[in-house]
């Protein structure tokens, strides 16, 4: 979900603050954000092109 809200420019500083007071965020979920990004992107990749690969490689390249 949070994921989501962030690949394409991100929502308000009062949508996340809710978020977490319905379903409480655990320590660090920001530093995380990226990882859930890494299947949208791969399909925008496949539907629409290779622009989005390069973001792939900086999320994967955060794995070294």
């Known amino acids: 979900?949070?994921?989501?809200?962030?690949?394409?420019?991100?929502?308000?500083?009062?949508?996340y603050e809710a978020y977490d007071k319905a379903y409480p965020l655990t320590k660090g979920w920001e530093e995380r954000i990226s990882y859930t990004q890494l299947y949208p992107l791969l399909v925008h990749s496949i539907l629409f092109g290779s622009y989005y690969l390069e973001e792939v490689k900086n999320i994967l390249s955060e794995f070294k």
């Open 1 to 15: 979900d949070l994921g989501m809200t962030r690949l394409f420019g991100g929502f308000s500083t009062y949508f």
